[in-house]
């Protein structure tokens, strides 16, 4: 069973930045692949982008291209989402998600962006 803890959402005027982590309990390197999630108030979650290996780039929803990174610390087991330029629309929770022959979440961090 792969534990997924993310960390490092909160409060931030627009046009700021934060960086998120996924910490996960066992080697990242063997998941088949992993993805962010958010979810807005009164919405349905949306997928953000999707990582499945250091050497693909990762995808991207259109609506975060350009200020969103994802990465990969083989060694700390940790994905990343770096944010910048954030947006009242990117508001949220947001979810680390992981796969291999099962699917695992994280419990998700509050992002706020006001404006």
């Known amino acids: 069973q792969v534990h997924l803890v993310e960390s490092g959402g909160g409060l931030v005027q627009a046009g700021g930045s934060l960086t998120l982590s996924c910490a996960v309990s066992?080697?990242?390197?063997?998941?088949?692949?992993m993805a962010w999630h958010r979810q807005a108030p009164g919405k349905q979650r949306e997928l953000v982008g999707v990582?499945?290996?250091?050497?693909?780039?990762?995808d991207y929803v259109d609506s975060v291209k350009g200020r969103f990174t994802i990465s990969r610390d083989d060694e700390k087991n940790t994905l990343y989402l770096q944010m910048k330029d954030l947006k009242p629309e990117d508001t949220g929770i947001y979810y680390c998600?992981?796969?291999?022959?099962?699917?695992?979440w994280g419990q998700g961090t509050q992002v706020t962006v006001s404006s």
């Open positions: 998600q992981a796969w291999d022959r099962q699917n695992y």
């Open positions: 990582f499945t290996s250091p050497t693909i780039s990762p």
């Open positions: 066992e080697s990242i390197a063997k998941l088949n692949g």
